[in-house]
Nanobody, 125 residues
Framework: VQLQASGGGLVQAGGSLRLSCVASGRTFSRAAMGWFRQAPGKERELVAVIGRGGSAYYGDSVKGRFTISRDNAKRTVLLQMNSLRPEDTAVYYC????????????????????WGQGTQVTVSS
């Protein structure tokens, strides 16, 4: 499985970005998909996850600002990020968990078998 993330960049506080992650390899619809981020000197943090059935879970710091969605036909998971803050600055990674059951939204990064290369998001104040 290969995951290709894109859409990062530099944006002012209050602005928006949309991240995209395209998967190849195994059947995309069988995977729970997650977005994680890691800032310098910090641990990898859950941003959002969408289960195989479409249920979503968000980290507390992004609730109400970020939206995760998936398009199985396009093998794509999206992360719409609004009202961005400087503390959202990080490298964002998409990940796939092919062991998740239909209703599960895995939140532990150790549950994910496949990871993309990351895309940098920088929010200026």
């Amino acid at each position: 499985v290969q995951l290709q993330a894109s859409g990062g960049g530099l944006v002012q506080a209050g602005g928006s970005l949309r991240l995209s992650c395209v998967a190849s390899g195994r059947t995309f619809s069988r995977a729970a998909m997650g977005w994680f981020r890691q800032a310098p000197g910090k641990e990898r943090e859950l941003v959002a996850v969408i289960g195989r059935g479409g249920s979503a879970y968000y980290g507390d710091s992004v609730k109400g600002r970020f939206t995760i969605s998936r398009d199985n036909a396009k093998r794509t998971v999206l992360l719409q990020m609004n009202s961005l803050r400087p503390e959202d600055t990080a490298v964002y990674y998409c990940a796939a968990d092919y062991n998740a059951i239909l209703s599960h939204t895995p939140q532990n990064p150790d549950d994910y078998e496949y990871w993309g290369q990351g895309t940098q998001v920088t929010v200026s104040s």
